[in-house]
């Protein structure tokens, strides 16, 4: 199977840049991840989708933070304006279902705004 | 509130030597918890090294172990022997059998293995 694939691995935006993640799952898996990485936060849940529906919105990531789910085999996570403290390592999963609880996931984004 | 409490590292350890990890975590709103430990390789994505998710289990892969301990609320990964090629970053993770999507992670342990 291939893994998770995320696009691009690397970002660099100015602040308030719009900025768009790309994250392709496991072939075959129905649920998908999206996670922000910091050294502070650590791993912070931002979305989660189940057969391409939304399950979960992020919360405190509402008002910046959109993820879609256009079909089973992508997904996008936009930043809407990009400001500073958004700078950290965006990563994506997926999983098989709700039986299988395994996380796969990709290399991540790393993002710099600057 | 859940959280997960992990060993900080950097770990150094040499070649062929124990290694033991600490996890302890709390689980106050979650009634079934599940425990697992992820691994993430130089140059790799995150993946899954082992998971329990019964309490007294013990739970094993790539000759680690570790042993749900509900009483001590503890997940301490183990190995009796490492090698060079176990040098990696560690996350300790509490899951909710009953709401599986959110896991709580624990912040990693990076692991440096002395040849």
């Known amino acids: 199977d291939a893994g998770v694939t995320q696009t691009p691995r690397h970002e660099v935006a100015e602040k308030g840049q719009t900025i768009i993640l790309k994250c392709e799952p496991v072939s075959g898996h129905n649920d998908l991840f999206w996670y922000r990485q910091t050294k502070i936060q650590g791993l912070e849940l931002l979305s989660y989708?189940?057969?391409?529906?939304?399950?979960?919105d992020g919360g405190a990531f509402k008002d910046r933070f959109k993820a879609e789910m256009l079909n089973s085999s992508f997904s996008t996570l936009k930043i809407q304006p990009t400001e500073p403290k958004d700078s950290a390592v965006y990563l994506c999963?997926?999983?098989?279902?709700?039986?299988?609880?395994?996380?796969?996931f990709g290399h991540g984004t790393k993002l710099s705004v600057l | 509130g859940d959280s997960v409490t992990q060993t900080e590292g950097p770990v150094t350890v040499s070649e062929s030597e124990s290694l033991i990890i600490n996890c302890t975590y709390s689980a106050t709103s979650i009634a079934y918890p599940n425990l697992f430990w992820y691994v993430r390789y130089p140059g790799e994505g995150l993946q899954l090294l082992l998971k329990v998710i019964t309490a007294g289990q013990k739970g094993s892969s790539r000759g680690f172990e570790a042993t749900y301990n509900k009483e001590t609320t503890s997940f301490h990964l183990q190995k009796a022997s490492v090698q060079e090629s176990d040098s990696a970053v560690y996350y300790c993770a509490l899951g909710d059998r009953d709401s599986n999507y959110q896991l709580i992670w624990g912040s990693g342990t990076k692991l440096i293995i002395k040849p």
């Open positions: 989708f189940r057969s391409k529906s939304l399950m979960e």
């Open positions: 999963a997926s999983s098989r279902d709700r039986e299988d609880e395994r996380l796969f």
